[in-house]
């Protein structure tokens, strides 16, 4: 298949970039810098210019593919109502170029909710513009939208996702610290495992379907805490959660709440089994140290 991939410079983009080139597909790859394109045409994929507030590019790469995985988030934490904004447009322009045409959209989203159940952010000014459920709104007008929902962390050499802003508040405060007990337990997976997720789901999966992409179901947050002291060198302590915010940043919101998860009917119904490191493994082979 013929697939236009948003994001595809990106942590998550540029596996599944790698994933759907292995298994055969042609990938069209949306770049908004020379940087991010030059990565994408190494990969032997096509470069299509245009950012994700860029309706028209995202229009014609829609059309224009058999499939389309939409991974690009703003993620602007100063700012969250533009990426919620931009994250709805783009979802909304996206699946409007593909009704009638029973064409996979897979597109990210998150794991707080049962493998079953509806996300729980419904509207555009809920988190990520609600953009799961707008993309379902347009099942019925024959586009097969799928939720790939990942998990909070998804790993491995180079990230740069929550557990580096936890490694680099431990760097800056000399402490590698945990939200009270530290019992609360995060999902995690490695990227490949949830790239090869997100190519099965483009192949196989039916409209509506939500797949969790969660190698971990709970590794608990002081045992994350502890391997990044270990690995850095640096004592373990517990905060509470009124000084988590001051202690961690933004990043304090998350790291003091479970994150947990499950992806066992995402395997029973789809054959996905997880091979890749588990997050205490890459953090212990130094992914985070710098």
Same mark, same amino acid.
Do not use: C
């Given at each position: 298949?013929?697939?236009?991939?948003?994001?595809?410079?990106?942590? *998550?983009?540029?596996?599944?970039?790698?994933?759907?080139?292995?298994?055969?597909?042609?990938?069209?790859?949306?770049?908004?810098?020379?940087?991010?394109?030059?990565? +994408?045409?190494?990969?032997?994929?096509?470069?299509?210019?245009?950012?994700?507030?860029?309706?028209?590019?995202?229009?014609?790469?829609?059309?224009?593919?058999?499939?389309?995985?939409?991974?690009?988030?703003?993620?602007?934490?100063?700012?969250?109502?533009?990426?919620?904004?931009?994250?709805?447009?783009?979802?909304?322009? +996206?699946?409007?170029?593909? =009704?009638?045409? #029973?064409?996979?959209?897979?597109?990210?989203?998150?794991?707080?909710?049962?493998?079953?159940?509806?996300?729980?952010?419904?509207?555009?000014?809920?988190? %990520?513009?609600?953009?799961?459920?707008?993309?379902?709104?347009? *099942?019925?007008?024959?586009?097969?939208? *799928?939720?790939? %929902?990942?998990?909070?962390?998804?790993?491995?050499?180079?990230?740069?996702?929550?557990?580096?802003?936890?490694?680099?508040?431990?760097?800056?405060?000399?402490?590698?610290?945990?939200?009270?007990?530290?019992?609360?337990?995060?999902?995690?997976?490695?990227?490949?495992?949830?790239?090869?997720?997100?190519? =099965?789901?483009?192949?196989?999966?039916?409209?509506?379907?939500?797949?969790?992409?969660?190698?971990? #179901?709970?590794?608990?947050?002081?045992?994350?805490?502890?391997? *990044?002291?270990?690995?850095?060198?640096?004592?373990?302590? @517990?905060?509470?959660?009124?000084?988590?915010?001051?202690?961690?940043?933004? =990043?304090?919101?998350?790291?003091?709440? #479970?994150?947990?998860?499950? @992806?066992?009917?995402? %395997?029973?119904?789809?054959?996905?089994?997880?091979?890749?490191?588990?997050?205490?493994?890459?953090?212990?082979?130094?992914?985070?140290? #710098?």
């Amino acid at each position: 298949m013929r697939v236009f991939v948003t994001g595809a410079s990106g942590w *998550i983009g540029s596996a599944v970039v790698d994933e759907l080139l292995a298994a055969g597909h042609e990938v069209v790859g949306l770049a908004r810098s020379e940087a991010s394109a030059a990565s +994408i045409r190494a990969k032997g994929a096509v470069v299509l210019s245009g950012d994700l507030d860029d309706l028209a590019t995202l229009r014609r790469g829609a059309q224009e593919a058999e499939a389309v995985v939409h991974l690009a988030n703003k993620h602007d934490w100063a700012n969250p109502a533009e990426s919620n904004r931009a994250e709805r447009a783009a979802v909304e322009t +996206i699946a409007e170029a593909l =009704i009638g045409s #029973d064409r996979p959209f897979v597109l990210a989203s998150g794991v707080l909710a049962g493998e079953t159940e509806p996300s729980p952010f419904v509207g555009p000014d809920s988190l %990520r513009g609600g953009s799961e459920n707008r993309a379902f709104d347009f *099942i019925d007008r024959g586009v097969r939208a *799928i939720a790939a %929902r990942f998990a909070p962390t998804t790993h491995g050499m180079g990230d740069h996702g929550f557990v580096r802003y936890l490694a680099d508040v431990a760097r800056r405060t000399g402490v590698a610290a945990y939200v009270g007990d530290g019992t609360h337990g995060w999902a995690a997976v490695h990227r490949t495992d949830a790239a090869r997720l997100v190519r =099965i789901g483009l192949e196989q999966a039916p409209a509506g379907a939500r797949l969790h992409a969660v190698a971990e #179901d709970a590794v608990p947050t002081k045992e994350i805490a502890a391997a *990044i002291g270990t690995r850095l060198g640096l004592p373990t302590t @517990s905060v509470s959660p009124e000084q988590a915010g001051e202690h961690f940043g933004f =990043i304090g919101q998350f790291f003091g709440r #479970d994150m947990s998860s499950t @992806s066992a009917l995402t %395997r029973a119904t789809y054959g996905w089994t997880p091979t890749g490191p588990t997050l205490l493994e890459d953090i212990a082979a130094g992914a985070y140290d #710098d």
